[in-house]
């Protein structure tokens, strides 16, 4: 019950503080169309190389009338940025993370089918693919930060393989892994906040730390469903008998992937809020500390 108190509370205290930071973008409304913003989105993601053509792009847009006939122009426009070359850091960075995605979904897919986990397995599926659209999504309003991709991405490649190297790497240590009060504190604590921290060091930026953080959480959640999902299938419902799944192998299998469903959630949020206070609390250090005093100039006159 309080995890699933946790989750109803964190959106609405999130949308409490971007309330308090601007009020008005909610009671005025959107100021731009949705063709702009995902222009200006796919414009983000561009390498330094193309930044003239998206900026050519956008006023191209301001030309057009007609909301169908500017979402086609804005829909070309952005499939050119992700598609053709040279893409950005930002682009890889999505890409990889869509890779991802599509991985799991697909080695999901397979599972359900296999196993014919039935319309719940299918509900399970869908639950996962819109977490995953999600999950996207907040990648990729964070890579298009300057500064953000590279530190963010590799923060969550860190976190994931302090997870794996404690539990193993083989199918059967992520199936059967239980971590020991050290190695949870370690993951829970130690792990985000370094994170964290060193994002905010990173740039000096405390909002750049706690992005990093985000966007270490998001991709460290979607590398471990991978990982998990794919150890799943090659273990199948072999390993120890799995009491929770009521004996069967379609109910052993749909556990065990109802079990890395849970961990991407619950470690998404754990290195997303650790990592975020850690960044904060970093911030904070940086700006109490002193800043050396200038030498003071000497006399010439006094010297001589």
């Known amino acids: 019950m309080p995890f699933f108190i946790v989750f109803l509370v964190t959106p609405i205290a999130v949308a409490v503080a971007l309330y308090r930071r601007n009020p008005r973008r909610f009671l005025d409304g959107p100021t731009e169309d949705a063709p702009l913003r995902l222009l200006r989105w796919a414009v983000s993601l561009l390498s330094p190389q193309r930044a003239e053509w998206g900026h050519a792009m956008l006023g191209e847009l301001g030309h057009l009338d007609g909301r169908r006939r500017r979402m086609r122009f804005a829909l070309g426009c952005a499939g050119a940025a992700l598609i053709l070359p040279p893409w950005g850091r930002a682009a890889v960075g999505l890409w990889a993370a869509i890779g991802i995605t599509a991985a799991s979904f697909t080695i999901y897919a397979g599972l ?162 650790v990592g975020w206070a850690a960044a904060a609390l970093a911030g904070y250090l940086l700006r109490r500390t002193p800043t050396p005093a200038a030498p003071l100039a000497t006399d010439p006159v006094q010297e001589v």
């Open 112 to 273: 359900t089918v296999h196993y014919q986990l039935g319309v719940g397995g299918w509900i399970s599926l869908a639950v996962v693919l819109i977490i995953c659209g999600g999950y996207l999504l907040g990648a990729s309003a964070l890579l298009r930060r300057p500064g953000i991709a590279l530190p963010g991405l590799l923060g969550g490649v860190f976190a994931t393989m302090v997870g794996l190297s404690m539990a193993g790497f083989t199918a059967l240590d992520q199936v059967t892994f239980i971590p020991s009060p050290w190695q949870q504190w370690v993951r829970v604590i130690a792990v985000p906040a370094a994170i964290g921290a060193a994002g905010t060091l990173w740039r000096r930026d405390p909002a750049a730390g706690r992005r990093v953080a985000r966007l270490a959480a998001l991709s460290a959640g979607l590398l471990q469903l991978l990982y998990g999902t794919v150890a799943v299938a090659i273990l199948g419902s072999g390993g120890p008998p799995d009491a929770a799944g009521g004996g069967t192998v379609g109910g052993t299998v749909n556990e065990r992937l109802g079990n890395n469903f849970l961990d991407l959630l619950v470690g998404t949020l754990i290195i997303a809020m």
